[in-house]
């Protein structure tokens, strides 16, 4: 399996283990998540913006989030453009 799948995969991964408590309360999940990975590098920022709205969940999501931050900063143009991708596709199957 290439690196840059595993990478994904472990990315993904930690996404799904955080989110519900990331974005709890977050009226567009979808558009929050692809605001932090729309650019080359993670928007760490807007991420512990989102964190702060949470503070009861922030000792179980900022570990996780950071982790997730620097697997997407070393990801491929190519994997990156696919993480969008993935995160537009179940927008409109769930949305």
């Given at each position: 399996m290439p690196a840059h799948h595993t990478s994904l995969?472990?990315?993904t991964q930690g996404l799904r283990?955080?989110?519900?408590?990331?974005?709890?309360?977050?009226?567009?999940?979808?558009?929050?998540l692809l605001a932090l990975v729309w650019g080359p590098r993670?928007?760490?920022?807007?991420?512990?913006?989102?964190?702060?709205?949470?503070?009861e969940q922030a000792a179980r999501t900022l570990p996780a989030l950071l982790s997730a931050a620097d697997c997407f900063d070393t990801l491929a143009a190519q994997s990156q453009r696919?993480?969008?991708?993935?995160?537009?596709?179940?927008?409109?199957?769930?949305?």
């Open positions: 995969q472990r990315l283990e955080v989110g519900p408590a990331l974005f709890n309360g977050v009226p567009q999940p979808h558009e929050e993670f928007d760490r920022v807007h991420a512990l913006g989102l964190a702060a709205h949470q503070p696919r993480l969008r991708s993935l995160i537009l596709r179940h927008h409109r199957l769930y949305a």
